[in-house]
């Protein structure tokens, strides 16, 4: 059944059909078709409904230049599909088969130094290269004449993982159209990068390069635009894709997954050309906050998607390329996996079904590993699989917006990373972290937004930080607040404009008049392991000599050269926090300005390794401590899960989970 989108394309539930997808990426091609047959039967048992194919495929499909060779995918597609499982079919174009460097050595992306990335690893396109996307284009558009009336195909995956740079001579002619697209004139250019500093003025196109290796500091407007043409270059190459299996197959969702919290694509402006949102996640089991990060990402992804969306991959055990590579304890893999769910996840998809063999990622696990179907790892994940499958029904589909946004942006987080800044500690992006974390630890559910979005639905508007905030995005938080909403804004929020030049006061007038701030003096970074005294609290990173107009000081330093000076600053329903506070201050700074707004933990009372997820009507509690707890939950409610009636209190094991119906 299909159910159309407002945009008239499809989506994730035209894949779903209101189950949960299991499964994950399937490499028939590493293997001889004999184990297709043991791949297929162990797929069912594990209660395995989809899988994508093809990623890494180009080699195989096309050996050699025009040669198609869909033989093997003619039988992996037939057998997947009369075992029941889904393909969701990869465009094969993040790893050129080597013919196409040797033969066309400008399809290899330079990097700043002028070096060459070779082939003999992955991802080795270069985004500009009128060749490669000429043969990317050519190989999809024979897949989706093939394979876009498959039965078995229910969505299709366009490259993987887009996040190639490029600094070459043809990526040089493609950043000019960019900029001419952008700023029409060498004078507008000469402006917007500042130019007359350090005389950099541009007196011909020709002039005008990516921000390749220089004696010293690049221009940093220049860096910023590289990074947004960069995305803006990749996002190409995905729509030429797209379009071309659209014309092919128009009810069957496209996507592209997604790194998480990943710098070189702005995804605000990726979703808006995705049918379905999907992402890998790959949280670290050894890592304390190895489920905050996954919240994060996961919040993210459902705010972007907004709406239901796709785990593509996470790993059922070790992944290969950190230092030390750990596997999931016995529950971890099924508590992460729920807890994607309750974020709004209808797919639970891992990289890989069958662990490599040979190649870069042999020591990488997948669902069913080395140990083969006696391990422990493919054992969980088949009851996993069988548990979403008796339970996914219930939860397909369903959607919660929060009541919280916090706001990040891809441009401000490039143009706030550059080099030559005032500290170098501060990093946008741990800094959303923090706050985030925060939220978290305060068990207030959030979601994330674009500063530019709508954001009157919302109790409680933070910003971790917006270093570069658009003209149209301060007025938007203007109105936020004037329209009754509370914000809360940290430090290096307002600085720049889109250009990233300093807003005269060096912080945006607006915001100045919002928090209450007279003038703002000077920053005082802190060293790493410096504190700022505050009351009540220490403040890391950094502090801020500011003289506050008709703002309260909420708190003020202690001690030092900020003594007795506001630290943290409120004028009505606008906070102002102009350190990072240590992690128990921040959270329960948080907390109140969250109980001022009227925002409420999802439950009360919880126990601090306990999370709690509302998805629709559904209550998810999860248990991310090792020992059992027991959690209030008033009122009486179906476990979906433990199949039991579960009144006003809920016992959960080592990373237990429970789904309270109602
Ligand atoms: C992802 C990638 C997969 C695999 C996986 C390993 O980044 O899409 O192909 O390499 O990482 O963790």
């Known amino acids: 059944m299909r159910t159309p989108r407002p945009d008239g394309h499809p989506g994730l539930a035209d894949a779903t059909r209101g189950r949960i997808l299991f499964g994950g990426d399937y490499n028939p091609e590493q293997w001889p078709e004999e184990t297709w047959q043991e791949d297929v039967r162990l ?40 075992n029941g499982v889904g393909v969701v079919l990869a465009t094969p174009t993040s790893s050129p088969p080597p013919w196409l460097g040797r033969l066309h050595p400008d399809t290899l992306p330079r990097d700043q ?18 060749v490669y996307r000429r043969h990317a284009a050519a190989i999809t558009e024979d897949l989706a004449a093939r394979y876009g009336d498959h039965p078995a195909l229910t969505m299709w995956h366009v490259n993987n993982e887009y996040c190639t740079y490029d600094w070459g001579d043809e990526a040089a002619g493609t950043f000019r159209r960019w900029l001419r697209d952008r700023y029409g004139t060498l004078d507008a250019l000469n402006s917007a990068w500042g ?27 220049q860096v910023l635009d590289f990074k947004r043409y960069t995305s803006d270059m990749l996002l190409e190459c995905y729509v ?4 071309i299996v659209r014309r092919y197959s128009p009810h069957v969702p496209v996507t592209t997954n997604f790194m998480p919290m990943w710098a070189g694509q702005d995804a605000w402006r990726w979703v808006q050309e995705e049918d379905v949102v999907s992402v890998d996640l790959y949280p670290d089991p050894r890592d304390p906050f190895g489920a905050q990060h996954g919240a994060l990402v996961q919040d993210m992804t459902r705010s972007q998607a907004r709406g239901p969306w796709m785990l593509m991959e996470q790993a ?31 797919a639970v998809c891992y990289f890989q079904w069958r662990q490599s063999r040979q190649g870069a990622e042999k020591f990488h696990s997948g669902m069913l590993g080395h140990a083969g179907e006696q391990g422990r790892t493919y054992q969980e994940v088949s009851r996993l699989g069988a548990e979403l499958d008796r339970v996914g029904g219930e939860i397909s589909g369903r959607h919660s917006a929060c009541e919280v946004a916090v706001l990040h942006d891809w441009h401000a987080w490039w143009a706030g990373s550059q080099d030559a800044r005032p500290s170098r500690e501060v990093d946008p992006a741990e800094v959303v972290r923090a706050w985030h974390r925060a939220l978290w630890e305060a068990h207030i559910g959030t979601d994330f937004a674009h500063p530019e979005h709508d954001l009157s639905g919302y109790a409680l508007v933070v910003v971790p930080q917006l270093y570069l905030l658009t003209d149209a995005a301060a007025d938007n938080l203007v109105a936020y607040v004037r329209g009754g909403g509370t914000l809360v804004s940290g430090f290096l929020t307002g600085i720049a404009d889109e250009e990233d030049r300093v807003r005269p006061g060096g912080m945006d007038v607006r915001l100045r008049e919002l ?31 500011i003289e506050a107009g008709d703002a309260v000081a909420h708190s003020r330093y202690q001690g030092g050269e900020l003594d007795g000076l506001p630290a943290v600053l409120r004028r009505g329903r606008a906070w102002y926090v102009s350190t990072l506070p240590e992690p128990d201050a921040l959270r329960e700074l948080v907390a109140d300005v969250a109980a001022a707004a009227g925002v409420r933990p999802v439950l009360d009372g919880l126990p601090a390794e306990v999370e709690a997820v509302r998805r629709g009507d559904l209550l998810f509690v999860l248990n991310h401590g090792r020992d059992p707890v027991t959690v209030a939950v008033p009122g009486t409610h179906r476990d979906l899960l433990g199949r039991r009636r579960v009144t006003d209190s809920l016992e959960l094991g080592r990373y237990g989970v429970a789904v309270l119906s109602p």
């Open 43 to 82: 797929m069912k048992e594990a209660g395995v409904n989809s899988v994508t194919l093809g990623v890494f495929a180009w080699a195989k499909l096309e050996p050699r230049p025009g040669a198609r060779e869909f033989g093997w995918l003619d039988r992996v597609m037939a057998l997947l599909h009369g």
């Open 515 to 545: 928090f209450g701030i007279r003038t703002l003096h000077e920053w005082w970074p802190l060293d790493p392991g410096e504190y700022a005294g505050c009351d009540g609290f220490r403040g890391t990173l950094w502090s801020e000599e």
């Open 113 to 130: 130094d002028g070096r060459t990335e070779w082939w003999g690893g992955r991802q080795h396109f270069s985004h500009s290269s009128a």
């Open 316 to 346: 059922a055990g070790p992944v290969n390329w950190r230092g030390v590579n750990h596997p999931k304890p016995p529950g971890l893999n099924r508590l992460w996996s729920f807890q994607a769910v309750a974020r709004g996840a209808d």
């Open 195 to 221: 130019t007359a500093f350090w005389s950099q003025g541009y007196g011909d196109w020709a002039e005008v390069l990516p921000p390749r290796r220089a004696h010293y500091l690049n221009n940093p407007t």
């Open 240 to 243: 030429a894709e797209r379009d």
